[in-house]
């Protein structure tokens, strides 16, 4: 089963910055897609940025030029740098992962609480 360590989360002011940091159990480019998603109390669970293997991103309208998403090969890792970060940006951040090769499939961390607040 592919697992992923999840971290960074925290408590920041508006304006301030967070990195949440993702590590899967097996390697990064076996998966042909990683991303990082949200969910916020009582909302649905949206698209924050997403990373393929070949190097290409994508946003969601809401978090351009404030986060950027990046991977570090030789640590295995991939990153959510979150700047100007804004009290509507408090959620729960999941990362994830697609598969073609054996375990095929979307695989998702447990979450990490980003607290945004005065």
């Known amino acids: 089963q592919v697992q992923f360590v999840e971290s960074g989360g925290g408590s920041v002011q508006p304006g301030g910055s967070l990195r949440l940091s993702c590590a899967p159990s097996?390697?990064?480019?076996?998966?042909?897609?990683m991303g990082w998603y949200r969910q916020a109390p009582g909302k649905e669970r949206e698209l924050v940025a997403t990373?393929?293997?070949?190097?290409?991103?994508n946003y969601a309208d809401f978090v351009k030029g404030r986060f950027t998403i990046s991977r570090d090969n030789a640590k295995n890792s991939v990153y959510l740098q979150m700047n100007s970060l804004k009290p509507e940006d408090t959620a729960v951040y999941y990362c994830?992962?697609?598969?073609?090769?054996?375990?095929?499939?979307?695989?998702w961390g447990q979450g990490t609480q980003v607290t945004v607040s005065s």
């Open positions: 994830t992962g697609s598969r073609l090769v054996f375990p095929r499939g979307d695989f």
């Open positions: 097996t390697n990064i480019f076996s998966f042909f897609i």
């Open positions: 990373l393929t293997s070949g190097g290409s991103t």
